[in-house]
């Protein structure tokens, strides 16, 4: 089993150029959700899903979609990219809401100029 | 709002020595805790998860404990050893859907 696997691992983008972070499990894991890690800010969560077709909103949602049309895949989509993305994003999977282990991917390291 | 807190940021020690890493919570409302190891420009390694209604979880040379009532978590390292250097994050679950993470200890463990 691979996991959690994210790509690509490293990107640099100009402002205002959109992309796609994909990530995809392979544990048949119901709930899927994404983080950004920054210096001095900990992660923070972006958005979830709870299972296929069903997404939420986390602490910092603005400048990113998400849709979950597969239980393995959730793709992040960033519209717009400001300097202030600038991060490294995390997937993460759990087996159900309650009780259940987080498992995280190896993280897509992005850089807006 | 839940807010975590680690102590030490971090941490240097010889080998072999035992040590604790702590973590402490505002909310004592959570459902579980768990503690993760990252190493430099890698992801989330997951140690242990403590469910609400447990006090410790062990596994190998880590063990950790949970006191919800105090809002503190430790994670004891036995033994310690060079492979063990690396940032480890103790996070709460906050409701159903979010993991709400502490700043990290970073250790260093010298041969």
């Known amino acids: 089993n691979a996991g959690v696997t994210q790509t690509p691992k490293f990107q640099v983008l100009k402002t205002g150029q959109s992309m796609t972070l994909q990530c995809a499990q392979d544990?048949?894991?119901?709930?899927m959700s994404w983080y950004r890690q920054d210096p001095g800010m900990g992660l923070r969560l972006i958005h979830y899903s709870v299972g296929a077709g069903i997404t939420d909103q986390g602490e910092v949602p603005n400048g990113y979609n998400v849709s979950r049309s597969t239980t393995e895949d959730f793709p992040l989509r960033l519209l717009s990219a400001a300097p202030s993305q600038t991060s490294v994003y995390f997937c993460a999977t759990r087996r159900g809401i309650l009780n259940t282990e987080a498992f995280f991917g190896q993280g897509t390291r992005l850089t807006v100029v | 709002k839940q807010e975590v807190t680690q102590i030490p940021a971090a941490l240097s020690v010889p080998e072999g020595e035992n040590l604790v890493l702590n973590c402490s919570f505002t909310?004592?409302?959570?459902?579980?805790l768990q503690w993760f190891r990252q190493d430099p420009g890698k992801g989330l390694t997951s140690l242990l998860l403590i469910q609400s209604s447990q006090r410790e979880q062990t596994s190998g040379r880590l063990n950790a404990s949970l006191d919800k009532s105090s809002g503190r978590s430790t994670l004891y390292i036995a033994a310690s050893q060079p492979g063990d250097s690396a940032t480890y994050l103790c996070?709460?679950?906050?409701?159903?859907?979010?993991?709400?993470f502490g700043q990290g200890t970073r250790l260093t463990i010298n041969p």
């Open positions: 544990m048949n894991h119901e709930y």
């Open positions: 996070a709460v679950f906050q409701g159903a859907q979010k993991l709400v």
């Open positions: 909310d004592s409302a959570i459902y579980n």
